[in-house]
T-cell receptor, first 109, second 115 residues
Framework: GNSVTQMEGPVTLSEEAFLTINCTYT??????LFWYVQYPGEGLQLLLK?????DKGSNKGFEATYRKETTSFHLEKGSVQVSDSAVYFC????????FGTGTQLKVEL | DAMVIQNPRYQVTQFGKPVTLSCSQT?????MYWYQQKSSQAPKLLFH???????NEADTPDNFQSRRPNTSFCFLDIRSPGLGDAAMYLC??????????????FGPGTRLTVL
């Protein structure tokens, strides 16, 4: 069935480190792909999206490229900040949004 | 600012005592969703309304009901909460339901505790 697999957390990094959070999906066809972020005590916010193969979504220094060959949508950021500490959810839309289980990111000084 | 509002942010109820969670939106979106998110798990869609049309997910228990009296408001009713219903409940809206128009805007959630 349709599913999203993302790396387990927590991921702990020092400020200015490079971030990668892996995400792969199983779905029919080529669904739209999303990354959502959930800051402590808040709801989910759309971080970035890509609607077709080879598209790159980007926002706030984060990027992810839609790779249909590997059915992946890995999230990257070149230099993380303490304020990036949150839970990140990968998701795709095929009739409905299907989320991964989330990856907690902790960024320390 | 246009937004999705959920009240209350924290709700405590007793086992078997009906409870209602509230969601309102100022985005004038057509679609409103309710998700259940248990600790360290992915949000799980319970149901959604497209305007007045109710769409239930096949695996949503009958214990969960919803009402949408107008465009702005949507309620989640849990008729007889069990301990397993303790979770964060997220409300979301979108302009449409298709892949292009479906960007969903989430409220802050209501954390439900069942004693």
């Amino acid at each position: 069935g349709n599913s999203v697999t993302q790396m387990e957390g927590p991921v702990t990094l020092s400020e200015e480190a490079f971030l990668t959070i892996n995400c792969t999906y199983t779905a029919t066809g080529y669904p739209s792909l999303f990354w959502y972020v959930q800051y402590p005590g808040e709801g989910l916010q759309l971080l970035l999206k890509a609607t077709k193969a080879d598209d790159k979504g980007s926002n706030k220094g984060f990027e992810a490229t839609y790779r249909k060959e590997t059915t992946s949508f890995h999230l990257e950021k070149g230099s993380v900040q303490v304020s990036d500490s949150a839970v990140y959810f990968c998701a795709f839309h095929r009739n409905k949004l299907t989320f991964g289980t989330g990856t907690q990111l902790k960024v320390e000084l | 600012d246009a937004m999705v509002i959920q009240n209350p942010r924290y709700q405590v109820t007793q086992f078997g005592k009906p409870v209602t969670l509230s969601c309102s939106q100022t985005l004038n979106h057509n679609v409103m969703y309710w998700y259940q998110q248990k600790s360290s798990q992915a949000p799980k869609l319970l149901f959604h309304y497209y305007d007045k049309d109710f769409n239930n997910e096949a695996d949503t228990p009958d214990n969960f009901q919803s009402r949408r009296p107008n465009t702005s408001f949507c309620f989640l009713d849990i008729r007889s909460p069990g301990l397993g219903d303790a979770a964060m409940y997220l409300c979301a809206t979108s302009r449409g339901a298709g892949e292009v128009s479906n960007e969903q805007f989430f409220g802050p959630g209501t954390r439900l505790t069942v004693l």
